[in-house]
C-alpha cells in the first residue's frame, strides 16, 4: 500500500515542479491522510522536491488509533520535541533550508 502513497505525493510533486514551487505543505487532515495513509492529530506533511525529502511532521508521536490511519511505512516521520512548536512552522523552516540558493546575477551593460 506504501507503492499507491507514494505514487499520489509524486503525482503533487510533479505538479508543483511544473508550477515552479519546490514543495508543498499540506495540512488538511484529509489531504494529509491521502497522500500519507493516516494523518494523526496536528501532524502536516512536507512534500519536497524528491522522494527521500517528503516528511511527516507530527506534534506527538503517532499512536496506534484507527482514527489516525496506518501511515505509510516509507514515509519519514519527525516528532517535534515537547512544546516545540507549530508543525507547519518548523515543515516551512525545513522547505527553506532545503531548497537551492538561487543566485540572483545582475547584467550590467
Known amino acids: 500500500?506504501?507503492?499507491?502513497?507514494?505514487?499520489?505525493?509524486?503525482?503533487?510533486?510533479?505538479?508543483?515542479?511544473?508550477?515552479?514551487?519546490?514543495?508543498?505543505?499540506?495540512s488538511r487532515p484529509a489531504n494529509v491522510r491521502?497522500?500519507?495513509?493516516?494523518?494523526?492529530?496536528?501532524?502536516?506533511?512536507?512534500?519536497g522536491p524528491e522522494p527521500d525529502t517528503d516528511v511527516l511532521l507530527c506534534p506527538v508521536a503517532p499512536g496506534?488509533?484507527?482514527?489516525d490511519g496506518r501511515l505509510d511505512e516509507l514515509l519519514r516521520q519527525q516528532v517535534l520535541p515537547a512544546g516545540g512548536g507549530d508543525p507547519a512552522v518548523t515543515a516551512?523552516?525545513?522547505?527553506?533550508?532545503?531548497?537551492?540558493?538561487?543566485?540572483?546575477s545582475r547584467s550590467t551593460t
Do not use: K, Q, W
Request: net charge positive; with cysteine; proline share 9%.
Open 34 to 47: 491521502y497522500l500519507a495513509g493516516g494523518s494523526p492529530p496536528g501532524a502536516v506533511l512536507l512534500v
Open 1 to 26: 500500500m506504501s507503492e499507491v502513497y507514494a505514487d499520489r505525493r509524486v503525482r503533487l510533486r510533479d505538479r508543483c515542479a511544473a508550477a515552479g514551487s519546490p514543495a508543498a505543505l499540506v
Open 92 to 104: 516551512v523552516d525545513l522547505a527553506r533550508r532545503a531548497a537551492p540558493t538561487r543566485s540572483r
Open 64 to 67: 496506534a488509533e484507527p482514527a
